[in-house]
């Protein structure tokens, strides 16, 4: 199929007309029966015209990891664009033993998430919807984690698809900042804590300045498994980049073809863009 594709619709009576009055020429493809009633490109046409929906006509590649991914296609199509999956960041839990060690250090891939937990932490930090679901499965499924444990701690999440991944274990979110990249969730943080808390999973350097205690939990990493080659991509008319380690992962892999608009989601992910020579 082809983004200029058009569709002619009508009996057996008036489809001859309909299509002189359209203009349609070879190539074509005439659908007879119960099967014309499928409409195999909806997402980008209505009835016997190209949909005029904003990003009609446009294609665009997509890095990220599946759950990133997929978000950004349904609302992509929802606008007329067609998407490309060119790069999938895969999430690979951190490596661990069967035997949870008992040492609360958070470095520690073996410690478990309860003795961590009781170091008295005030708030749990996720930067992603992929954090948040990692945790609740090495903690209840692979522990068999108490609940009660989380039960006197803040919550902070750095966007609302987080948000709502939070919610779907029962917990709700404490902070949350207007835009969505690590720096806002810092800088919201910073309002709100006091030197007496403990934060866990938090990224920033910046809460150093006030001396607050905070511990990196890791608990996966990502790595870029191409999807697509240098064809699919010169299809492409925008790139969208999720992460930085995605756009990294990506220029390792491909250049990015001439004519093709590039789009970072955040500052972040724009500064390691730029560093590689690219401008979003």
Known sequence: SLASQRTVRGTLETIYEKSLKAGLKTPAIIVVGETAAFDLRSEEMTGDK?????LSGLTVGITGTSSFTARLETALKSQGAKTLPVMKMEVVPEAFSEEFSEDPDSSNPNSSLTAILKQNFTWLVFTSVN??????????????????????????????ATRQALKAHGFQADLMPKEYCSQSLA???????????????????????????Y????LYHVKGKPLADGTLLSQCSHLVFGSASGA???????????????????????KALREAGVIP
């Open 187 to 213: 800088e919201a943080l910073i309002n709100v804590l006091t030197p007496s808390d403990h934060v866990l999973l938090a990224r920033s350097k910046d809460l150093e300045k006030l001396d607050i205690f």
């Open 50 to 54: 190209i949909d005029d929906k904003p």
């Open 215 to 218: 511990k990196d939990l890791a």
């Open 248 to 270: 990294k992962a990506f220029l390792k892999h491909f250049q990015i073809p001439a004519g093709v608009k590039v789009i970072a989601i955040g500052p972040v992910t724009g």
């Open 131 to 160: 954090g948040v679901e990692i945790f609740f499965d090495r903690f209840l499924n692979q522990e068999n984690g108490d609940l009660r444990l989380l039960c006197s701690l803040h919550f902070a999440v750095i966007g609302e």
